[in-house]
Each structure stands twice: as structure tokens, then as C-alpha cells.
């Protein structure tokens, strides 16, 4: 029989996981928690009038978040970010599925084209977006000589443009986690389920999206936690109509120099971040468990 390995060996192996462990949990507590914590505290102090942090302790500004105009942005950034990440899903679910089927050469040819967007910077391409939907841009032109919208209508400054720009900034980070799901997925499971009597958007629904679950887990966090902190898009294409809570922040901080309310604002941007985030994970902790026990009942 093998020998159990001694003390020495298993004091040798957790020695080797704390050095990997360390410099990214450092990182992390330097940069994140370290900042984070700050954050949370300085909700909790009295704002200076001349722009710096009063001393004591007040629940003032949280009570100010209460009020209707906070509460308006709030909904607003929810409801953007969600509707930003539903239709990069709808987006990106067919195009990591027909990537990852192409042939070889092809696919090499697909994966730059959504790549290439990343060779840009993207406040350029936002930018470029605001000259697209210019009202002397092309696509205004070309919608009033459709007949689709009036001359007078305006392609910027609402809660539409903001979308559309948030949903082409994001979509390649949509795709690119659900094709590298697509791709390692055993595609005779679907040929399988036709050959059982399943119609094809029935296969794709029922086999094709439970294999690549990880991959549309990660797309959703990865398109719906940025689309929350989103100031670039907003304030360049959204106007005053379209502010979303990183806005509110960014004003705060320079503009009014009330450093704790911007504390109070972060704060519920970071929960609105966290708490999706923790939700996902607990769902996927209890369905592997799920799975744990559901393979020791099997014979």
C-alpha cells in the first residue's frame, strides 16, 4: 500500500499555496477592499462646505439618497444596464454558437472581426458613435428619407442612444465567454436530441444552453457589472436625460466637491454590483452541491 504522506510534505504543499495565494489577495486588499472600506466610511461623515470632510459622524447622507431625484437615477441605471445586457444576450448567444461552428479558417477570420473593435480606444469609438447619430450623421439622413422618424426627432441626448452605445461597447465581451463555452461543447448532444424527435430551437434550447451555462453566466456578469458604473457612454451620448449613477458620482466629486453624498452614491453602486455577483455564485455553489448529491445516489 502507498505511504500517506507526511507532515513535512503537506506543510511543503500549503507553503506552495500561499505564495500563489498572496500577491493577488495583497492586490486585491491594496487596491479593492482597502478602497472600498474608505468609501463606506466616508458615507457615515459630515461633508464640508469649502469641499474636504467635516469631522464626527452623521447619517445624513443617507438619508439624502432617499430623496426622489437619487432614486429616479438609481432606477434608471437598472434598468439601462439590464436592458443593455438582455440584448447583448440576444446578441451574443447565436453568434458564439455560429463562431464556434464555422470551419476553421473562417472562424479565425469571425473572431477578429469582433476583436478588432479592442484595437480602438473606447472613448474614440464612443465619440464616433455621438458623429453617427449626429442629426447631420448618416443614419439620421437615412432614416428621414425612409420615413422612419421626423426631421426634427433627435438620435441623441436620450435613454436609446445610451443603450445602443452601451450594447455595441460590451457585446464582444458577451460573445467571447459564451464562444469559448460553444466551442468545448459536444455538438452529437444536439444531433442526438434531433435524432429523439427535438425540434432544432428545441435542441438548442434544451441541450445547447444548459452545456454552455458557465459561459452565459459570465457574459451576463461581465456586460451587466460594467453597464452599472458606466459614465463614458451616458455623459457623452445620454445628456441630462440619460444620467446613470456614475454620472451622479462624477459630479459630486468635482462639481459640488461633496465628497461624502459621492461615498453614499458609490455605496449603492457597489451593492448594486455585489450583490448580483454573490447571488450568482450562491446558485452555483448550491447546484454543484445538487449535482454532489445526486451522483452518490446513483448505483
Avoid at 432614486?71 to 434598468?79: E, K, M, P
Avoid at 445628456?239 to 458620482?249: A, D, F, R, S
Wanted: proline share 7%; net charge positive; with cysteine.
Amino acid at each position: 500500500m502507498p505511504e500517506r504522506p507526511g507532515a513535512g510534505s503537506w506543510l511543503r504543499r500549503r507553503g506552495q499555496e500561499i505564495l500563489l495565494t498572496a500577491p493577488p489577495f495583497l492586490w486585491l486588499t491594496l487596491f479593492f477592499l482597502v478602497p472600498t472600506l474608505l468609501v463606506f466610511v466616508l458615507a457615515f461623515r459630515p461633508a464640508d462646505p469649502f469641499g474636504g470632510i467635516g469631522r464626527g459622524w452623521t447619517l445624513a447622507t443617507l438619508r439624502a439618497l432617499a430623496d426622489p431625484q437619487y432614486l429616479d437615477i438609481a432606477w434608471r441605471t437598472f434598468w439601462v444596464s439590464f436592458t443593455a445586457t438582455a440584448i447583448c444576450m440576444l446578441l451574443a448567444v447565436p453568434t458564439g454558437y455560429a463562431v464556434a461552428r464555422a470551419a476553421p479558417r473562417r472562424r479565425k477570420l469571425l473572431l477578429m472581426l469582433i476583436i478588432v473593435p479592442f484595437w480602438t480606444s473606447f472613448l474614440i469609438r464612443v465619440f464616433a458613435w455621438k458623429s453617427i447619430l449626429h442629426p447631420e450623421g448618416l443614419i439620421k439622413k437615412a432614416l428621414v428619407f425612409l420615413g422612419l422618424v421626423d426631421a426634427n426627432a433627435s438620435l441623441l441626448y436620450h435613454l436609446g442612444a445610451v443603450i445602443l452605445v452601451t450594447v455595441y461597447a460590451f457585446l464582444p465581451f458577451a460573445i467571447l465567454p459564451i464562444y469559448a463555452a460553444a466551442e468545448k461543447f459536444d455538438y452529437r448532444l444536439i444531433e442526438a436530441a434531433r435524432d429523439l424527435g427535438a425540434k432544432p430551437f428545441q435542441a438548442f434550447r434544451k441541450v445547447f444552453l444548459p452545456g454552455v451555462r458557465q459561459g452565459l453566466v459570465t457574459a451576463v456578469l461581465v456586460v451587466f457589472i460594467p453597464a452599472l458604473g458606466s459614465y463614458v457612454v451616458p455623459d457623452i451620448v445620454g445628456g441630462t436625460g440619460g444620467e446613470l449613477l456614475g454620472n451622479k458620482i462624477a459630479q459630486r466629486v468635482f462639481v459640488d466637491r461633496n465628497l461624502p453624498l459621492a461615498g453614499g452614491l458609490s455605496i449603492v453602486l457597489i451593492l448594486a454590483v455585489l450583490l448580483p455577483l454573490l447571488a450568482v455564485l450562491t446558485l452555483q455553489r448550491r447546484t454543484k452541491r445538487a449535482a454532489g448529491r445526486d451522483a452518490k445516489v446513483r448505483p
